[in-house]
Each structure stands twice: as structure tokens, then as C-alpha cells.
């Protein structure tokens, strides 16, 4: 999923690399991928053909990947010290985009953005 907090664009990860052993996390942190960076919770949380529930929360301080109501990793630090790599950028860097690996497949039921202080602008 890619966020946007403290005004950077930034890339939170669940289930990626399966060759790896699956890694969630948030990529790019001091420009350390998900799999070599203190974010990475190791194993698969995403199950075949049943129903999930994923939250991505930015606060001021802080990010957190929820699955099913339960937390899975979080970071509280400097948000500068998130990235993307450049072939990730999307040309609007306020604007949230998903990313989908190759060779994946997912069924997206619903997609809700949640304003927790102030108002939410749509971006085109």
C-alpha cells in the first residue's frame, strides 16, 4: 500500500517476498528494504480464499499494519526516514496508491479511507 505520512510517500508491505518466507513491514526505512529493516515480521498472514481485514494507520508519530484487528508491526520515528524507490513514485505525492506485486492476485472488496483529524480532500 502506498501512504503518505509526514508529507513523504512511503510503502507498507503484508505478505511480500514468499520466496523469503513472507515479510510485512514498512519498505525503504533509512533506504532498507522491508526484509533487512527492524519493521519485518516474518510469515504469512494472508490465507487462501478467506476474508481479511487490513488497516493502515498513519498518525503524527507514528504507522502501524493491522491484520484481522491484530497488530503486526508498527514504526514510530522520523517519518524522513521512510522512502520509495523512484520507479514507485506516483506523480501526486499527497495521493495513496496500491501496489501490486507480479505474478499475485488479490480480490479487493472495499476500500475505505478514514480522516481521523480534519478534513479529507480528494485528489485526482
Do not use: C
Not at 517519518?79 to 496500491?98: G, I, Q, T
Amino acid at each position: 500500500m502506498g501512504l503518505v505520512a509526514g508529507g513523504r510517500q512511503l510503502r507498507a508491505i503484508v505478505d511480500g517476498w514468499p520466496s523469503e518466507g513472507y515479510a510485512t513491514g514498512f519498505d525503504f526505512l533509512d533506504k532498507k528494504k522491508v526484509l533487512f529493516n527492524p519493521t519485518r515480521v516474518n510469515g504469512a498472514l494472508l490465507k487462501s480464499n478467506k476474508d481479511h481485514t487490513i488497516l493502515f494507520s498513519v498518525r503524527s508519530e507514528k504507522l502501524e499494519i493491522s491484520v484481522n484487528g491484530k497488530a503486526i508491526t508498527s514504526y514510530k520515528g522520523e517519518f524522513v526516514r521512510l522512502s520509495l524507490p523512484p520507479y514507485l513514485r506516483v506523480p501526486n505525492e499527497k495521493a495513496l496508491f496500491l501496489v501490486i506485486a507480479p505474478k499475485t492476485s488479490y480480490q479487493i472488496d472495499r476500500a475505505v479511507l478514514t480522516p481521523v483529524k480534519g478534513k479529507g480532500t480528494i485528489l485526482k
